[in-house]
């Protein structure tokens, strides 16, 4: 369904029409908290042409609920992919008479967003699958577990974890994967983002099931080197590298650079690894198609947990609804203004799986259900 684009009129001009002209269509105002419960929200001629009858029905209902809502968004640093959707989707949602939205750049990323609601600073973010299982569960990053949020939509991105073995090091040892590495208690020198990355707490996890530590990887003359993305991909070339991770997808310039200019091969992880992260840890199984990265000729499924959008629990059942609805109903128009988000599709995006199996907001539930995605 394509998103409608017709202007809004005041709601001085709303209720004038309302009043005056029974039985017509009138323009809506820009949110919910200035529209007249019973005006209708269908639009004019335009659109009529541009978006068509669903977008028009769908906004009208959205207006004719008088849902009033004030939403708060903390999401990433402008600039950043997430910051794009959010205003996007900001916009989305007033139009469609949801409410106001205020998009807030203050996200401290997945692994501390899921804290922004206890402190009452968010009504959604996104958060990671994993670490919004995590903090609900155990806490992340020093913190007790934190409750109060519950998932709307997941699998908007394809990012995994992203790894590869330089040859030189594979070639030296005689191994394939980084478990034989790290059971044969190599000095494997492995690069990560710092601490408190969604990188280094892949890194932490692996590290964790193969049960080793950091300082067990130093003892064997190895390290765990955490920088930026341009700073690790030169310590590659350099050859001060064997081993790099970054929780990150298929369009990543810095693993497309060093593919282009360094000898490594993108590792397949055991089954038993993967199976560890899924069922355990609460990642999702990404497939990377062959030949996405220069010289990586087969497919490669990798432990990933893409962005999602989880919402106070508090949260109005029916803003949660109209905010779900509109979202996957406009799927199509999302994407053509971000691609990065192709991979979210409406019919599986709320799959336990997807959202680091955590339960589904009782509104967003109630659209996949009355959508027929849900049973």
Known sequence: MKKSMKKLVSVALAATMVLGLAGCNDGS??????????????????????????????????????????????????????????????????????????????????????????????????????????AFEEGTLGKPPVKGYSAMIGGLTNVSAVNFMTKAFMDKYNVQTVEEAIRQKLPIRIGCSPVGS?????????????????????????????????????????????????????????????????????????????????????????????NSWKGQTEEIINAGTPDCLFVRDELDEDVVYWMTKSMCENRDYLVSVLASIEPFDPATCWEPEKVGGLALHPGAEKYFKEAGYMK
């Open 29 to 134: 105002s820009q949110t919910a908290a200035t529209t007249a419960p019973a005006a209708e929200a269908a639009g004019t001629e335009a659109a009529g042409a541009e978006s068509g009858a669903d977008g028009a029905q769908d906004k009208a209902e959205a207006a004719n609920a008088g849902l009033n809502a004030n939403i708060l968004f903390a999401t990433h640093e402008v600039g950043t992919s997430n910051y794009n959707l959010s205003a996007e989707l900001a916009k989305l949602w007033e139009e469609n008479g949801i409410g106001t939205v205020d998009v807030q750049p203050i996200s401290p990323g997945g692994m501390g967003a899921p804290y922004l609601f206890e402190q009452g600073k968010t009504d959604v973010s996104f958060i990671n699958g994993a670490p919004a299982k995590w």
């Open 198 to 290: 969604m990188d280094n707490e892949v890194v932490q996890i692996l590290l964790g099931y193969l049960g080793v530590t950091e300082d067990d990887i130093k003892s064997w003359g190895g390290d765990v080197v955490h920088g930026g993305g341009s700073d690790l991909s030169a310590m590659v070339k350099d050859g001060k590298l064997d081993f790099m991770l970054d929780h990150t997808s298929v369009n990543s310039s810095t693993m497309t650079e060093i593919a282009m200019t360094c000898d490594v091969h993108f590792n397949q992880w055991e089954e038993d690894t993967l199976d560890y992260f899924v069922n355990e840890k609460g990642f999702q199984r990404i497939t990377i198609p062959a």
